[in-house]
């Protein structure tokens, strides 16, 4: 079974307007970590946002929001006021602490694309 | 000269040729990571570094080999490569602790995109 699921292989979101991509994960380890990536079309990954298991807040780095349900093992990444430069693609990441594993597992992916 | 860097960004070889990627970090990292993104393809963890050791290696085949000579340096040498290994090449580098901690994130470089002819 995949540890991280990403259901949209596409999005498209008009300029100024918010935008949610989905991405839920599947771990029995009490205490884990959650990234997101952004990849432009240059190809460098770019670290976005961090949640952690434990983190009682929703995490926040400007535009970017991530809507952590621990329950649903949900942990959506929201960009508010989008902005042609968003357009990409969009990666979530886990990252477990059972045994000490240095290996995170990464999503397939959402492409989003950010219509002026 | 910060973060990430790799060199080349775009590499064509032949399949018989000898090439090698390099990759280096500037954030004082002790962990190290290749990996390949194919079109198409989830991302593909190749090999990971703890301190110069090498600590995981996911079954790559022998044509790629790995070469850390300090926690700062990353090389991943290439041999008779086959047209199915073209491919986006990422390196990345984290803290690293040998406790795996969830926060440790991961920060990549641009990555070198190889086309083996």
């Known amino acids: 079974a995949q540890k991280i699921t990403q259901t949209q292989p596409g999005m498209f979101v008009q300029e100024k307007e918010a935008v949610t991509l989905d991405c839920t994960y599947d771990?029995?380890?009490?205490?884990?970590?959650l990234f997101w990536y952004k990849q432009p079309s240059s190809g460098e990954m770019i670290f976005l946002i961090y949640?952690?298991?434990?983190?009682?807040q929703n995490a926040t780095e400007g535009r970017y929001s991530l809507n952590f349900q621990k329950a649903r093992k949900s942990a959506n990444l929201v960009i508010s006021a989008s902005q042609l430069g968003d357009s990409a693609m969009y990666f979530c990441a886990m990252r477990e602490t059972t045994g000490g594993s240095y290996i995170p597992t990464f999503g397939r992916g959402t492409s989003l694309i950010v219509h002026p | 000269e910060t973060g990430v860097t790799q060199t080349p960004r775009h590499l064509v070889m032949g399949m018989t040729n000898k090439k090698s990627l390099k990759c280096e970090q500037h954030?004082?990292?002790?962990?190290m990571y290749w990996y390949k993104q194919s079109a198409k393809k989830p991302l593909e963890l190749m090999f990971v570094?703890?301190?110069?050791?090498?600590?995981e290696n996911n079954s790559v085949p022998s044509r790629f080999s790995p070469e850390c000579p300090n926690s700062s340096h990353l090389f991943l040498h290439l041999h008779t490569l086959q047209p199915e290994d073209s491919a986006l090449y990422l390196c990345?580098?984290?803290?690293?602790?040998?406790?795996?901690?969830?926060?440790?994130?991961?920060?990549f470089g641009p990555g070198t995109r190889l086309t083996v002819l």
């Open positions: 570094y703890s301190l110069e050791e090498r600590v």
């Open positions: 949640q952690g298991s434990y983190d009682q």
């Open positions: 771990t029995s380890d009490p205490s884990y970590g």
């Open positions: 954030l004082g990292h002790n962990a």
């Open positions: 990345a580098s984290s803290h690293g602790t040998s406790g795996g901690l969830s926060t440790d994130t991961q920060y």
